[in-house]
């Protein structure tokens, strides 16, 4: 009886490690299928023109407050070299050059 009671024991340690070793197989073989593929230069260039296009609208009206500015800013410039030349002439006449 001893002999039938350790080849049991046996037989349900094997069963144990062989339903360890299938869950293991199972548990690598999700991972492997969830994991993420490894990304090209061109798909990173899809993402880019992707998020891109996603935000033009934004896109488009920052471009347009900067050209608005940058036209501010020539416009007043414009205004301070004509007021410099003012004062230009306007001291030359004191001194009376």
């Keep these: ?11 349900v340690n ?19 299928s969830r994991r993420r593929r490894p990304r090209t230069p061109w798909d990173q260039a899809r993402e880019v023109t992707r998020r891109v296009a ?6 488009a009206d920052a471009t347009r407050d900067i050209v608005e ?4 800013i020539c416009e007043q410039g ?3 070299v004509e007021d410099a030349g ?6 030359r006449k004191l001194v009376g050059v």
């Design 1 to 11: 009886m001893a002999t039938t009671h350790t080849h049991s024991g046996q037989g």
């Design 86 to 91: 003012e004062l230009w002439e306007h001291s």
């Design 69 to 72: 500015r940058v036209k501010t």
């Design 54 to 59: 996603d935000r033009s609208g934004d896109l």
């Design 14 to 32: 094997m069963g144990i490690w062989i339903g360890i070793a299938v869950g293991a197989a199972v548990g690598i073989g999700i991972a492997l």
């Design 78 to 80: 414009r205004k301070v």
